[in-house]
């Protein structure tokens, strides 16, 4: 196999060297050079080589479960019916499936098992693997992020997961979309997951492997119910696992055919009969061989995120966080593993050493919910759910390796057993105390600016500017681009972002053509049409509608971009590692107003309520044609842009709003705009004749001063525990949180009967403890000394009497012998 892989590659490089550069795109995908394109922008250019959609191909489905088993059609290129498909993921020949023609003759690939999330790379071979001349990318997915309509439903999963425990039994249903099978006949299949080696050792690996069949050759008509049986000798360890639905034509455990999968899930249904016959002490002894594994592993609690604070916070800080799939406000708050929170939130970066990940959680009070006082906690996790890069190992295998370490746990030791202090243990609520909340800033309208400190201005040239530059921290770049209003207007309207950080992909959102926001990866629009997030290179991105989109990068910077009536609204969220790293347009993030506005030579701005040289310092920022991040591709751009000056200096805007009382629009301006920041609404209804783009003016602001309020840092004094023999009423530890204590019933309590959160973050009043009373001391006292006095006199008594007894009998025996 190596040597074909090889040869393979041989050909490619090949075919590279031999074919004229330009004249066709066979291996030249993403070449700019020659008397024709193979790159994405060709499409939009008109300029692309004839045989482009042939060799540089994009499919339908684009994405799938991690699992494998997708059926995707490759789109435009045509193939023969004697062609033999074979395609290559990740340039990786044991990733290599079979294909096949359909009766259009257009060819399908099989996605394979993968152990990583986001674009794969993968070839197209038509002669049966000699060459792989086509290319194109793959999404794969978490399957937790995958929606539901591509998943084998587990009818009542908690049943599927609670199976053998007291009360829980009979049979099993699970559900499916026939099309999702290419078959009339289909086999049931479970398949299992373990980690094997020594973890954090260089022999730690991810292992999927089927264990055996539930069924065979049974009609694909949407549904399967079974009554589960214990697992044969062997099979019960595996505790996690998935189960399968695949053509009864493929050999029992073929890897890689087309197939639907279930959500993973920990297998109780099959456990060995020790299991069902006593759940609760099978389940501790797991719980204490983890415990004892626990002990013996690294302590990754350190190099984690605290938490936000509230709620608020949580939802706000989204260049950090971000919803947690399994408890969502906006879907309900069904909060399997949290009973009592209302959202999770989770850390959106792995730690960087050890792989691991933090969890937040919060009540309808919009307060952090504690392990310490709850069993749906907030819990960190040794494994990120979402896995992390170079992922393919343990702890970074998305989902799986989260499940090994952190909920498979959480079973034995909570859901399955009553032993909660063992996980709590080793997976602990971390407060906020140390949380610090980012810094926003914001563009918007026609346009206007509020840099992280707070200072508000308009500028209204037309170019390509930097809003933000951090070179020495994280390499941040986040770069503007502005167009007038229309031919006749003298104000402009920023219709483009671009950014990257360090060396990852560059992502560039714009107003559409049409309505709403495209996204563009490396200059190729990304579709979001099947899945709202995408893992790309050092860089997310979330796209839950067409008219929002939220970037985040690995240093926890975030950039929210909105459409709201034809117009773009940008938010940068920077954390507290950019303190005095940031230069642009938005200013210089250092809680110091008076230096926000200086211009690229480091001169700054003397009056910031003086138009024109606001104007001078925002031209000053135009970017540099060899930084310049954009998209060129259309004349109008090409033209105007990369071709025309950076900053426009005919462009000369209009400075000031024209108070004419005569003006049409003059009534509706005074309507709409109103209250803090109207001067901005003002402006885009009366200069830029829309009273729409200045009611989204006003709105963009408001916005604003609402996540500035949310994310205001918020003083915590930490958990407080009940005394013992005692209660505590009141689980918030904020600022001005109120805390109370009572004792049982016999003991008096000493210290503070209620404790208050401080200003400073300490506990008002001493520690509170519950004591026995001095009077039920002394009665206690009392009565045992009494009891104790009178056990003395009664043995008294007796020895007296047992000795008067034996005298007497000494003295009858002595009488006898006379």
């Not at 016959?277 to 013996?296: F, R, V």
């Not at 992280?452 to 040239?461: A, E, K, M, R, T």
């Not at 671009?498 to 053509?513: F, H, Q, T």
């Not at 629009?665 to 783009?693: F, H, W």
């Amino acid at each position: 196999m190596m040597e074909k892989f090889t040869a393979v590659l041989f050909v490619l490089m090949v075919s590279c060297v031999c074919r004229t550069l330009g004249q066709t795109c066979q291996g030249l995908c993403g070449a700019t050079s020659g008397t024709c394109s193979c790159h994405p922008t060709c499409v939009a250019m008109k300029s692309c080589c004839p045989d482009y959609r042939d060799y540089c191909v994009e499919t339908l489905p684009y994405s799938g479960t991690i699992l494998g088993g997708t059926d995707f059609v490759v789109l435009d290129a045509i193939f023969t019916q004697s062609s033999k498909i074979k395609c290559m993921f990740n340039n990786n020949s044991p990733s290599i499936t079979e294909g096949y023609v359909d009766e259009n003759g257009r060819a399908h690939c099989i996605s394979p098992l993968l152990y990583e999330t986001g674009w794969i790379p993968f070839h197209v071979s038509s002669d049966d693997g000699m060459t792989f001349n086509r290319t194109g990318t793959w999404l794969s997915v978490h399957s937790g992020k995958l929606d539901s309509k591509f998943k084998a439903a587990m009818v009542n999963s908690t049943k599927w997961q609670y199976y053998g425990t007291p009360n829980v039994g009979g049979t099993l249903e699970m559900t499916w979309n026939t099309s999702m099978v290419r078959a009339d006949r289909i086999n049931i299949e479970l398949w299992g997951y373990r980690e094997t080696g020594k973890p954090y050792g260089s022999d730690w690996r991810a292992e999927w492997t089927y264990l055996y069949s539930l069924a065979k050759d049974q009609p694909n008509n949407g549904s399967f119910s079974f009554l589960p049986k214990p697992a044969a000798d062997g099979f019960s360890s595996w505790e996690l696992g998935s189960v399968r639905v695949s053509p009864s034509t493929s050999p029992d455990g073929s890897w890689n055919v087309h197939a639907v999968w279930t959500e993973d899930h920990a297998l109780a249904w099959h456990l060995e009969e020790k299991f069902r016959q006593d759940s609760a002490a099978w389940a501790l002894d797991k719980c204490l061989a983890w415990d004892k594994l626990e002990n013996q592993l690294p302590n990754f609690l350190s190099e984690i995120i605290d938490c936000p604070c509230t709620l608020a916070q949580a939802r706000a800080d989204t260049g950090r966080f971000h919803t947690d799939y399994g408890c969502d406000i906006e879907k309900g708050s069904v909060c399997t593993y949290h009973p009592g929170s209302v959202h999770c939130v989770r850390a959106i970066q792995a730690s960087p050493k050890y792989g691991a990940g933090q969890q937040c959680c919060y009540d309808s009070a919009g307060v952090q919910v504690l392990t310490s006082d709850s069993i749906g906690g907030s819990t960190p996790d040794r494994a990120h759910d979402w896995g992390s890069p170079p992922f393919q190992n343990p702890p970074r295998v998305p989902g799986q390796s989260h499940w090994v370490y952190d909920v498979l746990s959480f079973y034995y030791c909570c859901l399955w057993s009553d032993h909660c202090h063992y996980y709590f243990k080793h997976r602990p609520s971390s407060d906020c105390r140390s949380y610090e909340p980012p810094r926003s800033a914001v563009v918007f309208g026609d346009p206007h600016f509020v840099t992280f400190d707070g200072v508000s201005y308009s500028f209204n040239g037309k170019g390509e500017y930097t809003l933000v530059t951090s070179a020495e921290t994280h390499d941040l770049t986040i770069q503007g681009r502005t167009k007038p209003v229309n031919e006749t207007i003298k104000a402009t309207k920023m219709t483009s972002v671009a950014m990257k950080e360090a060396n990852s992909d560059v992502i560039e959102v714009r107003l559409s053509g049409h309505t709403g926001l495209e996204v563009l990866q490396n200059q190729k629009t990304l579709s979001f049409t099947e899945q709202s997030w995408m893992d790309l290179h050092g860089v997310f991105v979330f796209s839950p509608t067409p008219t929002n989109v939220t970037v985040m990068f690995p240093s926890g910077a975030g950039v929210e971009v909105r459409e709201r009536d034809g117009d773009l609204t940008t938010t940068v969220l920077l954390p507290e590692e950019f303190e005095n790293a940031t230069l642009g347009l938005l200013g210089k993030m250092n809680g110091y107003a008076e230096d926000d506005l200086a211009l690229s030579n480091g001169e700054r701005v003397r009056n910031q309520s003086n138009p024109e040289e606001l104007f001078t310092f925002g031209a000053s920022w135009a970017v540099f044609n060899r930084s310049a991040l954009f998209t060129y591709d259309s004349q109008y751009l090409i033209d105007n842009y990369l071709n025309g000056p950076r900053h426009d200096p005919s462009f000369i805007p209009v400075f000031s709003v024209p108070e004419n009382p005569d003006d049409p629009l003059a009534n509706q301006a005074s309507k709409i705009c109103t209250g803090e920041g109207s001067q901005y609404c003002r402006y885009d209804i009366l200069v830029g004749r829309s009273p729409g783009m200045g009611n989204a003016t006003k709105l963009s602001y408001q916005s604003h001063i609402s996540l500035v309020q949310d994310l205001k840092p918020v003083v915590s004094c930490g958990w407080l525990s009940p005394p013992a023999k005692g209660k505590k009423e009141g689980t918030s530890y904020l600022q001005g949180a109120t805390v109370r204590f009572t004792c049982d019933d016999d003991y008096t309590l000493k210290g503070s009967e209620e404790r208050v959160c401080q200003e400073n973050g300490q506990w008002s009043g001493e520690e509170a403890a519950c004591k026995v009373p001095l009077s039920i001391v002394g009665t206690v006292v009392g009565s045992v000394l009494g009891a104790l006095a009178l056990i003395v006199i009664i043995t008294t008594i007796t020895l007296y009497f047992r000795k008067q007894k034996r005298k007497a009998a000494n003295e009858d025996m002595k009488v006898e012998a006379f």
